[in-house]
């Protein structure tokens, strides 16, 4: 077995005068869809803040690729940074450029491509993504939700990341373009071999897509298991969890 | 530790006719390696292998550049096949191939406009912001009156908070501001008066120029870069963040509640501030004057009484509601233009400030207009 790609031990973190984690403990293997859930407020989006290094814990390990997050300089954290890919809730797309633009933007800021390799490479991303070709000319304001999400995943890949984080990927999309997003990411993690991480609370995608989930509660990961065995389980916070929706 | 990461390589065996490629064949690597490709003369008319058995990494990046340099070799007669390649290689090479057509596509160009479509689309686009313009000046002239008959609307509160942040913050730079311009302009006019021997009327020349012009100017252009910039900023957040909105639709009128806040506050505080610049003004002057012309405080203020008096402060003081009315209503209005990209917030901002000096200058000369015809 290879080295798992995200690895965290002990995690610790206390934010705003509360522990948000008082031990939290996970490994993502490489290949895998990993999903992490939990109710509102469990610190969920913490921790994938924390794997970002936009965060920095209060206590424990977390190790990327193998590296351990508090030991790398800024040299190393960058070179690291390039490796992963980030899907942000709102999309997060500049607004002042084209889809292809914000696809481009980190190819020419980060390496050294000849332009037209660039732009047939972003045009590839613009594809992969099952947007249509005409998109990549239209500056974010003028896509529909669901193809914005679309247009943030292109320029997520664009790096070609060996590891790809979600927020919320489905959140805000109506049930046809989640599917089709769900659909994107199993396709994406074949094509381009990603490890993919996904924040959600969105059952029927998870259902759909992950290959384990783990369950975040009182500050711990409480369960770490297929989805369909979680919803199963009978610990009392996952099994509230699952009966409230 | 980052392992070091050496670019990708594509290397010509010619007794076996292959390529070889090596190393890291993924975004960061293949950079140079199409230029290097390009560069050297390429076989012709041959059956050549490419073996990918010592690549490292092979991203869609690696992928693209592989497929360009496949379809260099083949535009020149040579038959090209792989060998050593994993499966999810394979896969990744299949897939691009798959997509190829569209790569090439390039986006439209948006059109260029003529120089005439531009001219029209300026005044036409003047025209609306003229329109809005009044339409605000409408709307906010008829919740003022409709506030008499009831006196909640006033929102006092909020005025009263608008004072606060428009005019108490801003009393130390009008205060360190002013002063300044009062020992500039002191300095200034003693040079002159000082080789005519009349240094007396130093108080009588830096007080007419203090009260009518320098301190209403002054006190109008810190306003509208601090507080008309604000106003945008606020108003134009609260459109992005569809506050605005929100308010129409709780059948609320955004302009009770945002726009008559900030002029009254304005209207009230201004008079005060101009009044506040005077004096240190003045302060400045003075003690300008005792230090380099030697005319004594008391000497300076007793000429300022008798000379200028209360009458010219007041000529300057009556600018102050026209200065309120414009920074505010300028502000406001182009807070309420915002649209929601991150470009328009900055240029809005940018917009208000200009218009608002612009605004103010021209008031301020239409003063000057006025006050010669009546003779002031």
Redesign the interface.
Known sequence: MSEPVIEIKGLKNYLGGQWVHSDVNLTVEKGEIFAIIGGSGSGKTTILRSILMLLKPTAGTIRVFGENLAELDEKGANALRRRWGMLFQHSALFSAMTVLENIMFPMRELASLDAHLMRQLAMLKVTLVGLPKEAAGKFAAQLSGGMQRRAAAARAIAMDPELLFLDEPTSGLDPLSAKQFDNLILFLRDALNLTVVIVSHDIESLLRTTDRVAFVGKGKIISVEPMKDLMQNKHPLIADYFSKI | ??KPRPEAHLVFDKEKNSYLCEGSW???G???L??QFEQNPLPESQKLTINGSKMRQF???GA??LI?CIDALQARDNQVELTDFTE?QQ??LG??KE?RE???????RLKKKNILYKIGEEAVHKLNQMNGLIVLIGDLSEKIVAAFYEWRRFQFPSVVSNINSTGVTALPIIALLSFLIGVVLAYQMGLQLETYGASIFIAYLSGMAIFREFAPLITAIIVAGRTSSAFTAQIGSMKINEEIDALHTMGLSPTELLVVPKVLGLLIIFPLLIFWADFFSTMGAMIMSKFMLNVGYIDFLTRLKDSVGFKQMLLGLYKAPAFAILIALVGCFQGFRVE????SLGTQTTKSVVQALFLIIIADAAYSVIYSWLDL
């Open positions: 530790m980052i993924s975004i960061l293949v950079g140079e199409f230029r991203d869609s990046a693209l550049t360009t999810p896969n990744l897939l691009i997509k569209v790569l090439d596509y390039t986006p439209p929601s990209n991150a470009d």
